[in-house]
């Protein structure tokens, strides 16, 4: 929702006394969003009174709402907040606003607890987006701040975790709880449960360095240990045999991981059945499982922001920002040594993998860094334990050979999804999509059809088609002899003259139509034909998913142009090894690896393709962004700039483009 779609919106002035509503961009923009206009002052009749939580601030707007009888508004932070704390500076993706209580407080219910206690929470649909995002969420080891690594192990099975929390946290004070009572929680964990490890789990922002926790050093024993490194926490539940917590968050994710945590304080997810409980809570009469409470509190509760479209948004959006954004900490956090890379390339690749630490450039593989190495796909056949760059199926406006810089870049750590001569990441993620729950088989279904009625392709260049006789008509796409995926994905079919020829043979009477691959037009690749008579049909310069909707079939050596073909049910046949052929979609008369056995729907191979493989890069807020949000740029004619000198380079790359090795010279 943008600014001039809040009109509509009935508005709420929202007086507010503490400083962060007023220096937080993204919450007045959520608060806006919500209908509230923030104002310094005193409040009217029909205004209300903002305050944050019970932060130390809150007093004086509860001060003044009282003196003028008007109603409060609670804000804070939702469940699922960020990548690092608030206190790094990072903005939330959502919020939640209360105008009954505080979640944590149980002083009086808050909204939450009314829509725990009286919500029928019986929809179907909304239960099962509930047990959908209670997957995603540990799939993908979300938390409240999700800047976690899955891959650090976790330890030996079989232990009791204990969780700590920030001195003085305000869900704490709310608990009446203090030192005692965090230590009382310590000895009854091992009373509990005797002989059994006992791990404290330090909260993110002590081991951030940012607050003080409640426990110590002293507190450790042969049997207790404090575990601050930053293991997900769903690594942590699943080697737990029992879970002991106060009023932390952690306690909630420990209900949706399946274990029924000892509760000693009073937070939300206590005394609804699920929760053993040292606490009484007379207002909370109901049973509930573990949908209905995500439902309420991740669904229902909580306002959520996309920062792509600057509009508030379903908890679905969110889980693909934090997808995205998780992925791209996960692979870069570390930082990056990167070679084989051309010059050009290289301020793409730092604003894509040089977020967090800028890449280190070298000549070859350094002989020893704790930083993973990248490599352009093409220069990596002899490097070990490199992983591979290649471009993104949804590439761009424009060509790579031209200098335009990608949307999406694929990153492969086995192989690359071009060579068929080896395992590639993306051959493991297609063959896990051979099935999909719901939530995946609807996000991909969305995804295609986007893709389609956009008619967006890999490089969206070309014009209109030409005028095509009527028969049975079949595209054959020409691709550049010297390309990596002919060289290495195909055997006796090896050039476009080849597939015309075999193509004809099988298919004597059928309108031939041969589209030119971009680079070859644009005179930056070799691949010409050499007799033009070998098709009916030349569609030069002509955009493939216009074309793609107008023909019956697809002939390829291993053109991205089958999988786009596959996207619009086109039927394909393949004469070499591409990465969408061998799984059942296409009719393959080249060689396939054995090894892809699985047989995906057309939506899994989608799922795999599109989502799981390439990252994207937002033009727009220079942020990694999720696939939906890269189509939606193609789309509306966003790209990413090369700026000016890049620009001088194409150009001049154009005009001497017999030599266009020369420009692309890593």
Known sequence: MHADETAGTQRTRLFVYNGGFLTQRRVRRMLNLSGYDIRIGLPREGDVVGVWGNSPTAHRGLAIAAR????????EDSFLRSLHPGRVGEPPLGLLLDRSGVHFDPAQPSDLETLLATHPLDDTALLNRARYGIERVRELHLSKYSAVDPTLPPPDPGYVLVVDQADNDASVTASKADYARFREMLVMAQEENPGARILIKTHPETAAGYRGGYFSDQDLSDRVSIIST???????????????????QFGFEAILAGHKPRVFGQPFYAGWGLTQDEEH???RQRNLTRAQLFAAAMILYPSWYDPYRDRLCELETVLDTLETQTRAWRQDHKGWTASGMRLWKRKHLQQMFGREKKIRFTSGPPDSSDRPHMVWANHARDAENAVRIEDGFLRSRGLGANLVPPLSLATDDLGIYYDPTRPSRLEELVAKRETL????????????AQIVSDQLSKYNTGGTPPDLPEGHRILVPGQVHDDASILLGTTTVRTNNDLLRATREANPNAILIYKPHPDVEAGLREGEIEDEGL????ASNTDPAALLAQVHEVWTMTSLLGFEALLRGVRVTTLGAPFYAGWGLTQDLGTVPARRGARPSLHGLVHAALIDYPRYLDPVTGQPCPVEVAIQRLTEGYERKGGPALRLLSKLQGTFATNAHLWRRR
């Open 230 to 248: 930053p293991i997900s926490p769903w690594s942590l539940l699943d080697g737990a045999v029992g879970v002991y917590t106060l009023s932390s």
């Open 281 to 283: 809570f007379p207002r």
């Open 437 to 448: 729950r719901p939530d995946q088989e609807l996000r991909a279904e969305r995804l295609l």
């Open 535 to 538: 098709a009916d049909i030349i």
């Open 68 to 75: 003028h009888n008007a109603p409060v508004l609670r804000v």
